[in-house]
């Protein structure tokens, strides 16, 4: 078996007392973690603020490629102007 390294972290009263009387909270903390991370930004890595030289990668990005609104989910999504648009 690999060893395991522990993690603490802080929580608020409230959040405690939701996870306390879990049966197996590590597993559900581990797989929530595993899942955001799954979710995060492949530019900002979930800081939500881009560095110059990744702003600067952005804008060039963007000359070929635009941010728009999915009518049905709202949601926004990345469109290529290169090529032709097929979403959903």
Same mark, same amino acid.
């Given at each position: 078996m690999k060893k395991q390294e522990i993690v603490t972290f802080k929580v608020d !009263?409230? %959040?405690?007392e939701i996870i306390q009387g879990m049966p197996n909270r590590s597993e559900f903390i581990r797989s929530a973690v595993l899942a955001a991370l799954g979710s995060i930004c492949? %530019?900002?890595? =979930?800081? =939500?603020? %881009?560095?110059p030289n990744q702003k600067q990668h952005w804008d060039d990005f963007? /000359?070929?490629?635009? *941010? @728009?609104?999915? @009518?049905?989910?709202? /949601? !926004?999504? %990345? *469109?290529?102007?290169c090529a032709e648009h097929h979403h959903r």
């Open positions: !009263r409230n %959040l405690f492949p %530019l900002c890595s =979930g800081t =939500g603020i %881009l560095t963007s /000359e070929a490629h635009s *941010v @728009e609104t999915c @009518e049905d989910c709202r /949601e !926004r999504y %990345l *469109v290529c102007s």
